[in-house]
C-alpha cells in the first residue's frame, strides 16, 4: 500500500525541515503533501529549499484558513491508499506511521487513531490534559467511539473512505468532526499507542482555549446534522 503523509504547515520556518526529513526517513512508499497555509515568514523558502527533486507535492494556501482548510485542500491531491495527518512541529515522530497504519495495511481497520493516552506522553500542560479528556469523553458518550484519546493529530484512514466524507472544517475542528463523521457511519476506531513530546505556546504551539470550545460543539453539532 502507498501512504499518503498529509503535512498541514503554518509559520513553522524553524521546524519543517526537520519534519521533512523525517517524513521522507520513513521507509514506506509514499506521497508526501505540504501545505503552506499562508504563512508569513519563511516556510515557504525552507519548503522550497529541500524540494529542489520536487518529490514533495506543495499547496500554497493564499491566506491562512486553517489546518481543516489545508487538509481538506490536501485531499484532493491525495493518491495513496492510506491517508495520515503530520503536524508540522514534530510533536509527533513519523518514525511511527509504519506501526499506526499497520492494522489498515493488515485489513483489520478502516480507521487508526493513534493514542497518546495508551502510548507516552511528555510536555502536556494538565490544561490541555483536560480538555483532551473531556473531548475522549464526549465523543465516547455521543458516538460509542470507545476510543482514548480523541484529539491525536495522529489519525490515518483508508483513503477512499476519508475521500468519500463531506468535511466542512476549517481550523481545529478537523478531529472532532471527522470522529463524529466516521462513527456515524458505523466504523470501528482502532487504536494504537503512540509517543508524544508536547511543546508552549512560545515554541510556536498554535491551539487555542477557543478551539477547544470548537471541538465540544462541533462534537454535538454533527451528533444531530449530517
Same mark, same amino acid.
Given at each position: 500500500?502507498?501512504?499518503?503523509?498529509?503535512?498541514?504547515?503554518?509559520?513553522?520556518?524553524?521546524?519543517?525541515?526537520?519534519?521533512?526529513?523525517?517524513?521522507?526517513?520513513?521507509?514506506?512508499?509514499?506521497?508526501?503533501?505540504?501545505?503552506?497555509?499562508?504563512?508569513?515568514?519563511?516556510?515557504?523558502?525552507?519548503?522550497?529549499?529541500?524540494?529542489?527533486?520536487?518529490?514533495?507535492?506543495?499547496?500554497?494556501?493564499?491566506?491562512?484558513?486553517?489546518?481543516?482548510?489545508?487538509?481538506?485542500?490536501?485531499?484532493?491531491?491525495? /493518491?495513496?491508499?492510506?491517508?495520515?495527518?503530520?503536524?508540522?512541529?514534530?510533536?509527533?515522530?513519523?518514525?511511527?506511521?509504519?506501526?499506526?497504519?499497520?492494522?489498515?495495511?493488515?485489513?483489520?481497520?478502516?480507521?487508526?487513531?493513534?493514542?497518546?493516552?495508551?502510548?507516552?506522553? /511528555?510536555?502536556?500542560?494538565?490544561?490541555?490534559?483536560?480538555?483532551?479528556?473531556?473531548?475522549?469523553?464526549?465523543?465516547?458518550?455521543?458516538?460509542?467511539?470507545?476510543?482514548?484519546?480523541?484529539?491525536?493529530?495522529?489519525?490515518?484512514?483508508?483513503?477512499?473512505?476519508?475521500?468519500?466524507?463531506?468535511?466542512?472544517?476549517?481550523?481545529?475542528?478537523?478531529?472532532?468532526?471527522?470522529?463524529?463523521?466516521?462513527?456515524? /457511519?458505523?466504523?470501528?476506531?482502532?487504536?494504537?499507542?503512540?509517543?508524544?513530546?508536547?511543546?508552549?505556546?512560545?515554541?510556536?504551539?498554535?491551539?487555542?482555549?477557543?478551539?477547544?470550545?470548537?471541538?465540544?460543539?462541533?462534537?454535538?453539532?454533527?451528533?444531530?446534522?449530517?
Amino acid at each position: 500500500m502507498r501512504l499518503s503523509v498529509i503535512v498541514p504547515c503554518y509559520n513553522e520556518g524553524d521546524h519543517i525541515a526537520r519534519v521533512i526529513a523525517a517524513v521522507r526517513a520513513v521507509d514506506l512508499p509514499k506521497q508526501v503533501i505540504l501545505v503552506d497555509d499562508g504563512s508569513t515568514d519563511n516556510t515557504a523558502q525552507v519548503i522550497a529549499a529541500n524540494n529542489v527533486d520536487n518529490s514533495l507535492e506543495v499547496i500554497t494556501l493564499p491566506t491562512n484558513s486553517g489546518k481543516g482548510a489545508a487538509i481538506r485542500a490536501a485531499l484532493e491531491h491525495v /493518491r495513496g491508499d492510506v491517508v495520515v495527518i503530520q503536524d508540522a512541529d514534530l510533536e509527533y515522530d513519523p518514525s511511527q506511521l509504519p506501526n499506526l497504519i499497520a492494522p489498515i495495511v493488515r485489513g483489520d481497520a478502516d480507521v487508526v487513531y493513534g493514542s497518546r493516552f495508551k502510548g507516552s506522553i /511528555r510536555n502536556m500542560r494538565i490544561q490541555n490534559r483536560l480538555a483532551n479528556y473531556f473531548l475522549t469523553f464526549l465523543a465516547n458518550l455521543l458516538y460509542a467511539a470507545r476510543i482514548s484519546d480523541e484529539a491525536t493529530c495522529y489519525k490515518a484512514f483508508r483513503a477512499d473512505l476519508i475521500k468519500s466524507i463531506p468535511l466542512r472544517c476549517d481550523r481545529f475542528e478537523f478531529c472532532p468532526e471527522v470522529t463524529a463523521k466516521i462513527r456515524k /457511519r458505523g466504523i470501528r476506531i482502532v487504536e494504537v499507542p503512540i509517543a508524544y513530546v508536547g511543546r508552549t505556546a512560545a515554541e510556536g504551539k498554535k491551539i487555542t482555549w477557543a478551539d477547544g470550545l470548537s471541538a465540544v460543539w462541533t462534537l454535538i453539532k454533527f451528533r444531530f446534522v449530517n
